[in-house]
């Protein structure tokens, strides 16, 4: 049996991952860690009570890196589903994961059907010289943009150099109109309402002609299948990975 631990356990993510270990046949729930009425407070004490194979974290940005070094530092393996990694702080979880020989996975999102609108995206990235990201979230989420645009971002920047390609030069009569301009020109839209839970569209252009892939999530089970897949693969495999697009 894996020795499963989750971070965030009392969210709304973190009841759901609950659910699906519960539920999982080769998977044991050791420890439910959350500052609001855990079981633990804090990993930390978590650890020192009972023994945990990997950690799933679904916390919040502001502390998400400090939990990683943590179990990455003690043998702790760790499967983070929390968004807000900055890029220096993803390169120096992957030579921490590496110099300590614990996986860690970071997957900005574990729906399968995100994860192929990603791959989608990069396939159509080498078609199209035009492109930009909206991506719509609950209006309780922190971070902005989504960790899945960012990643999304990357991915298409791999195979084009750039995403503003004839572009007028422009004047934003308000700051902020066009959104951030991320990897390679391409701009990421977000937006931040009640009623959504998460959605991604990527929009395409060239002359006459414009593409949309998008993906939407309306349940959070959705993201069940995936984070199971990655609790089992960093026990098996081992090492460092970034998006769940390179274990499918």
Known sequence: MIKVAVCGAN???????TNAVNSAEDMDLVAK?????????????????????????????????????????????????????KDEQIDELKILSNSKKTSCLIAPNFSTGAVLMMMFSKMAAKYFDNAEIIELHHNQKKDAP????IKTAQMMADVNDNFALG???????????RGGT???????????????MASQEVIFGSL???LKIRHDSTDRECYMPGVLMAVRY???????????DNIL
């Not at 989504?146 to 645009?149: E, I, L, V």
């Not at 020109?185 to 009623?195: A, D, K, Q, T």
């Not at 960093?234 to 769940?244: A, D, E, H, R, S």
């Open 11 to 17: 969210g709304k993510m973190g009841k759901t991952v």
């Open 33 to 85: 860690i959350d500052i609001s009425g855990g079981e633990y407070n804090s990993i930390k004490e978590a650890s020192q009570n009972t023994d945990i194979d990997v950690l799933i974290d679904f916390t919040q940005p502001c502390s998400i890196f400090e939990n990683a070094k943590y179990c990455l530092n003690n043998g702790i393996n760790i499967v983070i589903g929390t968004t807000g990694l």
């Open 146 to 149: 989504s960790g899945t645009a």
């Open 167 to 177: 572009n007028c030069s422009e004047t934003e009569t308000i700051t902020g109109a």
């Open 182 to 196: 991320s990897y390679n020109n391409i701009h990421i839209h977000s937006v931040r309402m009640p009623g959504f």
């Open 208 to 210: 006459g002609q414009t």
């Open 234 to 244: 960093v026990i098996k495999n081992g090492g460092f990975v970034y998006g769940l």
